[in-house]
């Protein structure tokens, strides 16, 4: 257990690349390496927050590299939630947040990379996509739109278009918030029953949610198939929201610090200057 | 002087449509309206902050409308740093910010408003403009690149688009964040002198800095002639930071207020509907 302010090693969330990796084994509502408790916990995250702010603005200021930050997770699982906890508090100028829906007609006229490419960050920024191009190999193959091979396919082309971006400067981070059936169950239940949460209730929801082992299966496959050396998956027992918050914002800052954005050089001369 | 957590009228900062506006009437070190000295206004700030953000997760709720910033100053008048103060703390899903810089070859190959167009918030979203097509009366009137019939001819193109977009749910509200001459020189000796701010010291800062009453005139002109009943600029006095952020911040909430955003009906017939 990490001490107050001491940095956890995110290799505990990290799929191994090719490690034969089994979603199953990840206990949605375990709370490992964490600080300590509720309490404790968010207050070690109120610390990282600030190192989290201060890393954005160097990157911002050097404008060379970026940061992508994938976020995937079933419904309820708390992407919108962890985007607002982590990111309030980070300084939107060089921060987008990308929500990617059902595609348009225009989208469908393209390739599956191609709506997601054009909203990659340019250098300074950190981009996060909530949802991205893998909804094409989870949704798409528990819905019966793709054909084995053609997942498979897809998987190539992701770990190409991701070799690109890494390739450019841009760090590729890749975060499953993982949640239970059961605490999909209690947050769509509250959902429900909240006048003022109400309104994001969708009864397609509970279609989905049937075919959680489903999800289960392919989330476990995509994921296998696409964490690498450059572009890693990183998969977060998230039932319990504060340590989910605690842990993004744990793989955030190591991102960034291996990044080490550094403020540019200042123009040369200005040792005789004077503002008059 | 409003009391603690009341709202105070935006319409003192407002440049009334037709009215004759001035620039040299407004004293960019003066506090008019603020709650008390700095640190009085600054936890008033704290207050208008909270209400900015629950504003803001209703207006992405809605989905429905947008609300369009557009920040101008001359160099070190504070836009980013007003953005950094006012935005962060605010969700950035559903926060979009925009720095223009000098246009790229493409840009310049389309109308002036091409580039700022394509940036315009959707539905939902606060749209940020730190420098905007403002620019095309600005620094190119000042430094002669348009004649005195074409600049008369942006505004007027200037005024229908903005008209284009408040005719389409989107509230525009522009920005001056006016500094004085002197406070700017402060401003750029800082930067030269403190070694963690040099490098955004730039040397041709200092030739617009020679310019400067001839850009207080081009902003006295370009206020004047694009301050409508639709899209009204405000001019925030800057020198004191703490004071234009509160201003600002009043700003905005005045407008979100006006847009009054609700959350959306819950889906139909969700009463007998039980999570399994």
């Known amino acids: 257990m990490p001490r107050m302010g001491e940095r956890a090693s995110v290799a505990q969330w990290l799929v191994a690349p090719g490690s034969g990796f089994r979603l199953a084994d990840v206990d949605a509502s375990a709370t490992p390496g964490a600080p300590g408790g509720k309490e404790a916990t968010v207050a070690a995250s109120g610390e990282v927050h600030a190192t989290l702010g201060a890393l954005q603005e160097r990157l911002w200021a050097e404008d060379a590299r970026s940061l992508l930050v994938v976020f995937q997770a079933m419904d309820a699982g708390g992407k919108d939630g962890t985007i607002k906890k982590v990111f309030t508090g980070v300084n939107p100028q060089g921060v987008e947040v990308t929500s990617f829906k059902a595609p348009t007609d225009e989208e469908l006229a393209h390739d599956f990379l191609w ?10 920024r950190i981009g996060i996509f909530n949802r991205s191009h893998y909804e094409d190999v989870l949704v798409a193959r528990v819905h019966g739109l793709i054909s084995d ?9 992701i770990n190409e278009f991701e070799r690109l971006l890494t390739g450019a400067g841009t760090t590729v981070v890749k975060v499953m918030l993982h949640i239970s059936r059961d605490e999909q169950a209690e947050r769509l ?15 397609g929801d509970l279609a989905e949610r049937e075919r959680w082992d489903e999800y289960m299966v392919a989330f476990e496959d995509a994921i ?9 998956w990183f998969v977060v027992p ?4 504060w340590y ?10 190591d991102a960034l610090q291996k990044i080490d954005p550094q403020f540019p050089e200042p123009e040369e001369d200005l040792d005789g200057v004077v503002v008059r």
């Open 149 to 157: 091979d053609e997942r498979r396919a897809r998987y190539d082309r």
């Open 115 to 124: 709506r997601v490419h054009a909203k990659t960050p340019a250098r300074g």
């Open 244 to 253: 989910r918050d605690w842990v993004v914002l744990q793989i955030l800052v």
């Open 224 to 232: 296998a198939a696409t964490s690498t050396e450059l572009a890693p």
């Open 238 to 241: 998230a039932d319990k929201k």
């Open 189 to 203: 239940r509250r959902r429900l029953e909240r006048p003022d949460k109400r309104w994001k209730f969708r009864k």
